[in-house]
């Protein structure tokens, strides 16, 4: 059972990355498939932490094969300081790979997503500003600079005047930035070319190689399935599809690759940006969970909004994506509540009541939840390490999700280090050989 794949089953930040390097253990290779440095994975090993935007998490396993898909836009500037940051920590990054098809970011993408961001005012999507969107834009738009591309000089130039061409309106603002000269910019990525020479490979047909020879491959997906761009809260989304779908095209492998799809869903609800979230707290009980959640943006160190879990939404992600597992992170931020609500369907403008996620952007943002009351539980549950050992409060609560979303429940997270965590039942695969 040789594919794996991890997403995000609600807005993002759900832990993925710690899942990712738990499993990473048992596998041949880790495989990013889409998005950016807008994305962050936190990982606690040995009391170290580790933050990762574009590297897969599996690369604090020595020699580990860890590769960078098509599917995902690369900031060269970024990923070579991510690359220099782990080698000064005494990293392996040998095991490193990068597909020469995947886009890069180039500077003038960061100047027109600040700028589009600052002409909505108001009405701001809340991007990160890392150039995401303008760089998924001009891969549409066939204008694109690949990474390939960074290993000839006169195929980049082109690329980069051509790629300038339809943008010389939108950054007149901007004509006397030094970083937008033709040759510096072309000399600066030339160099980033030099130094990613090493990793660029035919990365597709590295994973067709370990798939066919029966070997693990985990899929890694950033972001959420409700901040996809085709199924999420648009426009407030993110410029790529972090659905599990997208694992085949972002790594370049078949649908028959796959055959485990885990989503990954915190205890209670996140947002980063603007958009509609029904479960959003306002209140003592929302601060008091981004206090003690951590809830801050690995990438832009933002506040996160935080709200109480919403069922609703996670049974649409499991559709979506065809879960196979579900992966419940940070269980323990809900010990010493004495109550604990959780969206079991919505109310309309006109209190009609719905039990599915509504498609109409209007009904979206204008949706109250209505809650189903559970109760909670006070121990202090950060050392528990299998489920006989949790509250059997904890445990109905976990029950509950896991029955109304249709999903087992195959792994739990009860703080932020590695040991933290509690397997709730043995699947076949890769999780099987973890579980033992």
């Keep these: 059972m040789p594919g794996i794949v991890i997403v995000g089953a609600q807005w993002g930040d759900e832990g993925k990355g710690k899942v990712v390097d738990l499993l990473a253990e048992q596998a041949e290779a880790v495989v990013r498939f889409q998005g950016g440095n807008n994305a962050g994975h936190t990982i606690v090993r040995e009391g170290e932490t580790f933050k990762f935007h574009l590297i897969p998490s599996g690369i604090l396993y020595p020699g580990k094969l860890c590769v960078i898909g098509n599917g995902v836009v690369i900031d060269p500037k970024v990923l070579t300081g991510e690359i220099d940051g782990l080698r000064a920590r005494g990293i392996d990054v040998s095991g490193l790979r990068i597909s020469a098809n995947a886009h890069l970011i180039m500077p003038y993408h960061l100047l027109l997503d600040t700028a589009g961001e600052a002409k909505l005012g108001k009405l701001q999507i809340g991007t990160t500003r890392r150039g995401i969107g303008p760089a998924y834009a001009d891969k549409a738009s066939r204008v694109g600079i690949r990474v390939q591309d960074l290993l000839d000089e006169k195929i980049l130039k082109k690329k980069i005047m051509a790629a300038l061409e339809p943008k010389k309106l939108s950054l007149r603002p901007y004509e006397r930035d030094p970083e937008l000269d033709l040759q510096a910019m072309t000399e600066q990525y030339l160099i980033y070319g030099h ?41 407030f989304v993110t410029s790529s599809n972090p659905v599990a779908g997208a694992a085949t095209i972002g790594a370049g492998v078949g649908p028959r690759d796959i055959d485990e799809v885990w989503g990954i869903a915190k205890a209670y609800a996140t947002r980063v940006g603007s958009g509609p979230f029904p479960t959003e707290l306002h209140d003592d009980v929302g601060e008091e969970i981004r206090s003690r959640g951590g809830e801050f943006g690995t990438t832009t160190g933002r506040p996160r909004r935080t709200g109480w879990m919403d069922l609703v939404a996670l049974k649409y992600a ?119």
Excluded: M
Aim: charged fraction near 25%.
């Design 195 to 235: 130094k990613l020479e090493q990793y660029i490979a035919d990365t597709a047909k590295l994973c067709w190689d370990l798939l066919d020879d029966g070997r693990n491959v985990i899929f890694e997906g950033a972001q959420g399935v409700l901040l996809d761009i085709d199924h999420g809260t648009y426009p």
């Design 318 to 436: 499991a559709r979506i994506n065809g879960l196979t597992s579900l992966a419940i992170t940070k269980l323990d931020v809900l010990s010493g509540f004495e109550t604990l609500k959780v969206c079991t369907s919505y109310l309309s403008a006109e209190d009609a009541e719905l039990d599915h996620f509504p498609y109409h952007q209007s009904v979206l943002h204008h949706a109250r939840p209505v809650y189903t009351e559970l109760p909670g539980w006070s121990e202090d549950i950060t050392t528990c390490r299998s489920a006989d050992d949790l509250p059997q409060k904890a445990k109905d609560y976990l029950e509950f999700l896991s029955d109304f979303v249709g999903v087992p429940i195959t792994l739990v997270g009860v703080g932020p280090g590695r040991e933290q965590i509690i397997w709730l039942r043995r699947t076949e695969g890769v999780a099987a050989t973890l579980a033992v």
